[in-house]
């Protein structure tokens, strides 16, 4: 396997862990709330629909679009896409974003969908529109991701083959904490995918440019340690202003591990 | 009688135009357009060295670049959210 097959396949299994976590939220508060049966059925339709985009529009894209184009535009996507991820995650680190609390959004989905009126008999379609909304618009972002990065790499089936992987295991082990999953270290995650989306754009979207990278493939592990420094120097140097801004100049600088997690 | 340009009254197929619009402009714009500028700037001047300076040049800019635009957001992130 190569370097850049390996980094392909952490990045879209971190990146669809993140995305189901939240969606798992949604579709846990459905099913606690109102019932089981139909939360089921809209994850099932919502899988359904996500996995015939992916078969539709990924040899179509293969096929058709000229492969210096594709790298250009799907770089492009990836670098704003994990330039987006890393800030939101080195500003949740540093606290000037508040971190994602499932524990709160589990609650505020329950009270919301309970107020509703249960259905009078048959699918309920309250729980079947919200849980499919949930997995359908989660879904949505990782499905570009494995559009995106299994296309250029030429990877499809390995990239999909690693969104449905961590589809399986997110949903495995939500079975298991049910409620628990604001312990998922999902900021942790997030910087991760965010490093690695951020090297994917740079890389293909030089490469489509005319830009040839020393070491080829072996550039895109190189790039993700470049940025990963940077984004731990960032997170110290944010982090340290922020806590001399809450507690004053004696406060020690740099924040810990556990912040960024 | 509502406007033809109400969302309800319009037909389908523009309504999923609207939508698909919608959709890619909260992804790649959204609450971030100083990133989606900075894609553009990084693009144009990476071809720009590619072709008039050297692939080099091109390589070695384009993360200095990236970098550059992430702190930016950052910083401005830190007085927006």
Known sequence: MTSSAIVLVVAVFLASSVEMVEALTIVVAAGVSRGWRSTFQGVAAALAVLGVLVAALGP?????????????????????????????????????????????????????????????????????????????????????????????????????LAAGAAALIV??????????????????????????????????????LGVHWPGKDLAIPVLVGVYAAVAFIVVRAVGAQRARQLHGPDQPPGVSHAQVV | MPKSSEPGTRPLSARLLVAFGRFWWDFLVGDTPELFVAMLVILGITVLLAKAVSTTAAWATMPVLVVAALVASVLRGRRTG
Not at chain 1, 69 to 89: E, N
Not at chain 1, 109 to 120: F, L, N, R, S, T
């Open chain 1, 171 to 208: 949903g495995a082990i939500g079975v298991v904490v049910a409620k628990q999953l604001a312990g998922v270290p999902e900021n942790a995650m997030k910087m991760g995918v965010g490093l690695m989306l951020v090297s994917f754009g740079t890389f293909w979207s030089g490469e489509g």
């Open chain 1, 60 to 160: 179509a894209i293969v096929h058709w679009v000229p492969i210096d184009s594709l790298r250009v535009v799907v770089g492009a996507i990836l670098l704003v896409f994990g330039l987006q991820w890393l800030r939101k995650a080195v500003l949740r680190a540093t606290g000037y974003k508040d971190k994602h609390d499932e524990d709160a959004i589990f609650a505020e989905h329950v009270a919301e969908m309970q107020a509703k009126a249960p259905a009078a008999s048959g699918r309920d379609s309250v729980g079947f529109a919200v849980a499919f909304k949930g997995v359908f618009l989660e879904g949505l972002e990782v499905v570009i991701i494995v559009l995106t990065l299994g296309t250029t790499d030429h990877n499809l089936g390995l990239a999909a």
